[in-house]
């Protein structure tokens, strides 16, 4: 069963976020707090959303996987799209439909909302979800690279930045 998630989930998606992280050999860069992860799916102005995989037929049931996503806009379409944060299913779930059922019901809200997009990042190494996106038909974007600037470097570029009127 697929839902939006509700500001009860944000424990569930937070523990989820960290056993991702883990599981991406990155523990240590999971920070989010659940305020802040509260505020970004629930406050006044929400950045993200979210979407929560229950066990079918189990009242009650803790959340096995979740997905996170915000809005984007492709100056190309003109249209925004969806832009998928994080897809995670837990072991002890896995190969029960949750994670195709996840993609499935984002894939509704972009055909739903006249979005023309729906991406994601997939780590290089992580052949078991590279062979399940392709299943599905997904297509690599091989021509293209992510950049990120974080820390120190993001911090002297913004300090060179000359705004109008800041």
Excluded at 129 to 135: L, N, P, Q, T
Excluded at 140 to 162: I, K, N, S, Y
Aim: proline content about 5%.
């Amino acid at each position: 069963m697929i839902r939006e998630a509700t500001p009860g989930d944000v424990p569930a998606i937070l523990a989820m976020i960290g056993e991702l992280a883990a599981y991406e050999r990155s523990a240590e860069a999971a920070q989010a707090t659940e305020p802040q992860l509260k505020e970004a799916l629930f406050g006044d102005h929400p950045a993200a959303f979210a979407l929560i995989a229950e066990a079918a037929g189990e009242a009650a049931a803790a959340p096995v996987g979740f997905a996170l996503w915000f809005r984007n806009f492709s100056t190309w379409t003109g249209t925004h799209g969806v832009y998928l944060e994080d897809l995670y299913v837990r072991p002890e779930a896995r190969g029960g439909g949750h994670g195709k059922a996840l993609l499935a019901a984002l894939a509704e809200i972009c055909v739903a909302r006249g979005y023309q997009r729906f991406e994601w990042s997939v780590l290089d190494w992580n052949e078991p979800s590279i062979g399940f996106y392709r299943s599905i038909g997904a297509q690599p974007m091989d021509e293209w690279t992510v950049f990120r600037l974080t820390g120190d470097a993001l911090q002297h570029l913004a300090a060179t930045a000359r705004v109008n009127g800041a």
